[in-house]
């Protein structure tokens, strides 16, 4: 069941991707378009909404003032991966869920039952 889903969700950044390429494409004279202006132009909101999130509630530097330091997930991390080509980061995504999907598919196909076992006629 969690393999079909991580598969499903690949497979959707798989069209997004598609989709981001298709736009790179058509577009004429302009670079690839990076991931941060293509999640701006389709929802503002939800990556501003995203940036407070991680640097207040996830980001550890954020989250535990006691810690002195200056917040580091969002602004060097993120960012940087925000300036990326959009259709390459889809890509990786893609690859990551559904090879991911592969390998719990495959360690749960490994896994052997004794009621499997007396069916075949084996011990």
Do not use: N
Request: charged fraction near 15%; proline fraction near 4%.
């Amino acid at each position: 069941m969690g393999s079909t889903l991580l598969r499903i969700i690949g497979y959707g950044f798989g069209l997004v991707a598609l989709y981001a390429m298709w736009l790179d494409l058509s577009s004429t004279g302009t670079p690839s378009t990076v991931l941060g202006q293509f999640w701006s132009d389709r929802h503002l909101v939800s990556l501003l909404i995203g940036e407070a999130i991680v640097s207040r509630y996830i980001d550890p530097c954020g989250l535990i003032v006691a810690l002195g330091c200056a917040p580091f997930l969002w602004h060097p991390m993120i960012v940087t991966l925000l300036s990326w080509p959009a259709a390459l980061v889809f890509l990786l995504l893609t690859v990551c869920f559904t090879s991911l999907a592969r390998l719990i598919r495959g360690r749960a196909e490994r896994r052997v039952r004794g009621r499997d076992l007396k069916r075949r006629g084996e011990r």
